[in-house]
């Protein structure tokens, strides 16, 4: 069982430059998440999505994009990229919303510099 | 302001010791408290998740405690292990539709032999 699926690992974009990070799970969960980890910080929220078609945005989502066309994919969009979004992406599903007593499920992260 | 803190920033035990983690936090309305692991270079690993109501749960060696009333919870580690070399984070659930869970900065533990 893979679970939830990010790719790439690692990236080195330029300012600017545009990307779209990858995420895939497995468990047929309707909430899917993107958050980032900056050093020494808390995992911010930055979109989430209830269900495919259906997303929202979270705590730090300035700069980013995302869409939800399927159950199993919720890819996480950066239109010109800068210095202050180099950190660590993780994507996480889980059945139901956090209010729920039911675990997020988190892929291994992209990290992510920006130079 | 909703917010979890979590104490000590690190932690530095000989293997074969137990330790205890501390977690504050200030959400409100409250709905439920996890535990997570991260290994280095790895995505968090849910270790617990306790209600309100609920005042203990274990997961094998780990064993979390909640005392909603004073907003504390702990982590207990029992006979450690170099595995359980990782950061443990703090993550407290709001009672709110669509998602809202504020996370800690982590307790970095480092299990020496």
């Known amino acids: 069982n893979a679970g939830v699926t990010q790719t790439p690992k690692f990236r080195i974009l330029k300012i600017g430059q545009s990307m779209t990070l990858q995420c895939t799970q497995d468990?047929?969960?309707?909430?899917m998440y993107w958050y980032r980890q900056d050093p020494g910080m808390g995992l911010k929220l930055i979109y989430y999505?209830?269900?495919?078609?259906?997303?929202d945005k979270g705590e730090v989502p300035n700069g980013y994009n995302v869409s939800r066309s399927t159950t199993e994919d919720f890819p996480l969009r950066l239109e010109l990229a800068a210095p202050s979004q180099t950190s660590v992406y993780f994507c996480?599903?889980?059945?139901?919303?956090?209010?729920?007593?039911?675990?997020?499920?988190f892929g291994d992260g992209t990290r992510l510099s920006i130079l | 302001k909703n917010q979890v803190e979590q104490s000590p920033q690190s932690l530095i035990i000989l293997e074969g010791k137990n330790c205890t983690l501390q977690?504050?936090?200030?959400?409100?309305?409250?709905?439920?408290l996890r535990w997570y692991k991260q290994d280095t270079g790895r995505g968090p690993v849910s270790l617990t998740i306790?209600?309100?109501?609920?005042n203990t749960k274990s997961n094998g060696r780990y064993t979390a405690t909640l005392d909603a009333d004073t907003k504390q919870s702990s982590l207990h580690i029992t006979a450690s292990q170099l595995s359980d070399s990782a950061s443990y984070i703090c993550?407290?659930?709001?009672?709110?539709?669509?998602?809202?869970?504020?996370f800690g900065k982590g307790t970095t533990l480092s299990v020496s032999s």
């Open positions: 977690c504050n936090y200030t959400v409100s309305p409250f709905s439920n």
């Open positions: 996480a599903s889980s059945p139901g919303q956090g209010a729920s007593n039911q675990p997020q499920h």
């Open positions: 999505s209830v269900g495919a078609g259906i997303t």
């Open positions: 993550v407290a659930a709001k009672a709110q539709a669509g998602t809202a869970l504020i």
């Open positions: 306790m209600t309100f109501s609920e």
């Open positions: 468990m047929n969960h309707n909430y």
